[in-house]
Structure formats: structure tokens, C-alpha cells
């Protein structure tokens, strides 16, 4: 079963968006990721941040990363939850440690933190009523 197969057997809450919507709007945050953090990267490598401060960064991207493989690959529904959970906790982290030294990364991770935490709710939602 291929993985667009598998994802539309799931029961999912009525209020889902549609799976064409996902890829325009990861494309935008993913933008809005790379400057930012980018940005949070070359500063800590210039030594005006330290590794402390970039920990959750660099955490939240592997998060990030890891969630499309448990949840479509592995086609783990569990593991995705934990993911997507572990995502928004390192994006908090990141942007209260950032908030005192570079204010517009937070501001610019507004859309991030929002998506993140739609789908933090949405993936424990088609957890649960695919338990």
C-alpha cells in the first residue's frame, strides 16, 4: 500500500485540511525555518550565541525531520504523536531562548509555531480515533 493510500484510510476529525494543503504551507514555513534558524546558526558559529541558546534549534530539525518517516514511512501513528509533540516543545524552547537576543526570530516563527501546534492537535486527533 503506497503511503498516499495508507493516509487516506485513516479516519481523520472533519476538520482536517485537505492533504494538498500541506505541501504549499510547509513550503512557505520551511522558508521562514531557513532564514531564521539559519540566521540563529550563523550567529552562534560567529560566537555571538551560545551552544545553549541553539540546542533547541537544532533539535526542533531533527524533530522536524524525523516526523515524516515515522508517520509515513514507518506508518506509525504513535511515534508521529510523540514527533509532532517533541517539534512543538523544541520550537517553544528555541523561541523563548532566542526572545532576549534576536526578537524577530520569534515574531517570524509565528506561523510556524501556529501550524505546529494545529498539527500537534490534529495528529493526536487521528491518533486516537485510529487507535
Not at 503506497?2 to 510547509?26: C, E, H, M, N, R
Not at 550567529?43 to 551552544?51: D, I, T, W
Not at 501556529?114 to 490534529?122: D, E, I, K, M, R
Amino acid at each position: 500500500m503506497s503511503t498516499y493510500d495508507w493516509y487516506q484510510t485513516l479516519i481523520k476529525p472533519t476538520w482536517a485540511p485537505p492533504s494538498w494543503l500541506f505541501g504549499p504551507v510547509w513550503s512557505v514555513l520551511y522558508a521562514l525555518i531557513a532564514v531564521s534558524f539559519g540566521f540563529v546558526g550563523y550567529k552562534f558559529f560567529k560566537g555571538n550565541l551560545s551552544f545553549w541558546i541553539i540546542l533547541p534549534f537544532i533539535l526542533n530539525l531533527i524533530f522536524n525531520f524525523a516526523f515524516t518517516p515515522l508517520q509515513f514511512g514507518l506508518q506509525n501513528n504513535v511515534l508521529a504523536a510523540v514527533d509532532i509533540l517533541l517539534v512543538l516543545a523544541t520550537l517553544i524552547w528555541a523561541l523563548i531562548a532566542i526572545w532576549p537576543h534576536y526578537k524577530w526570530v520569534v515574531y517570524i516563527n509565528i506561523p510556524y509555531l501556529a501550524w505546529v501546534s494545529f498539527a500537534t492537535v490534529l495528529q493526536f486527533t487521528i491518533t486516537y480515533l485510529n487507535w
